[in-house]
Every structure is written in structure tokens, then in C-alpha cells.
């Protein structure tokens, strides 16, 4: 259990780095997809983040209703700090990106909670 929430820490680390990162390129050196892709593209990134962050969560803390509110609140408090921080590189901050990212964020701990329920009987 010990190796497994080591090497779940580490994937969560690197995907939130990753993500930071690439959110805050300025759009100049990067291709915007636009449209409905972009809104696809911040609910998976979402869903990801918070799909690992729950699942390390309930591994360290237990698979417990708050475990998973907590994953929630977290990604999509980051997601609202996401967006604010893109502006001065040069990016948009959008509602529809935000909303998009808390829904990712809430099918990503959804899809946790509902795999350690469904393993735990």
C-alpha cells in the first residue's frame, strides 16, 4: 500500500506540474485549439487531476465521503487560481473554462469514490 500511494504522489506531482506549466505558456507559443475542443481539453485536464488526487487522498487518508469532498474543493479552488494566474501570460480567463474544469473535477472524484465503494463489498 505504502509503494502504491509513493508512485500514485509522484504521478500526481508531475500531471499538477504539467498542467501548471502548460497552462501558463503565453498563447503565442502555443496552438489554441479554441471553440468546443478547448472546453474538452480543461475537463479532461480536470478530470485527470482530480481522478489522481483522490485516489492518492483515499490511499493516505481513507476512502471516506470527506476524503473525496476534500479532492474535490481542492481541484476545483485550483482550477478558480488557474485561470486568474493566466492572465499575465498573456491567456484568457474564462467562466466556461472554469466551469468546465470543476465538472472534470467533479466525474474525476465521482469515478474514485464510486471505484473504492464498489471495491470495498
Same mark, same amino acid.
Given at each position: 500500500?505504502?509503494?502504491?500511494?509513493?508512485?500514485?504522489?509522484?504521478?500526481?506531482?508531475?500531471?499538477?506540474?504539467?498542467?501548471?506549466?502548460?497552462?501558463?505558456?503565453?498563447?503565442?507559443?502555443?496552438?489554441?485549439? &479554441?471553440?468546443?475542443?478547448d472546453k474538452l481539453q480543461h475537463f479532461l485536464a480536470y478530470a /485527470?487531476? $482530480?481522478?489522481?488526487? =483522490? +485516489?492518492?487522498?483515499?490511499?493516505?487518508?481513507?476512502?471516506?465521503?470527506?476524503t473525496f469532498l476534500w479532492a474535490f474543493a481542492i481541484v476545483a479552488g485550483f482550477?478558480?487560481?488557474?485561470?486568474?494566474?493566466?492572465?499575465?501570460? &498573456?491567456?484568457?480567463?474564462?467562466?466556461?473554462?472554469?466551469?468546465?474544469?470543476?465538472? /472534470?473535477? $467533479?466525474?474525476?472524484? =465521482? +469515478?474514485?469514490?464510486?471505484?473504492?465503494?464498489?471495491?470495498?463489498?
Amino acid at each position: 500500500m505504502a509503494r502504491s500511494r509513493t508512485w500514485l504522489g509522484w504521478a500526481l506531482a508531475v500531471y499538477w506540474i504539467a498542467l501548471v506549466v502548460g497552462t501558463h505558456i503565453p498563447l503565442q507559443r502555443v496552438p489554441a485549439p &479554441g471553440g468546443q475542443w478547448d472546453k474538452l481539453q480543461h475537463f479532461l485536464a480536470y478530470a /485527470g487531476l $482530480a481522478t489522481l488526487l =483522490a +485516489a492518492w487522498l483515499a490511499l493516505y487518508r481513507g476512502g471516506t465521503r470527506r476524503t473525496f469532498l476534500w479532492a474535490f474543493a481542492i481541484v476545483a479552488g485550483f482550477g478558480l487560481l488557474d485561470e486568474l494566474t493566466q492572465i499575465p501570460f &498573456g491567456r484568457s480567463c474564462e467562466f466556461l473554462d472554469m466551469l468546465a474544469d470543476w465538472i /472534470g473535477a $467533479a466525474v474525476g472524484t =465521482a +469515478a474514485v469514490a464510486a471505484w473504492v465503494k464498489e471495491n470495498r463489498q
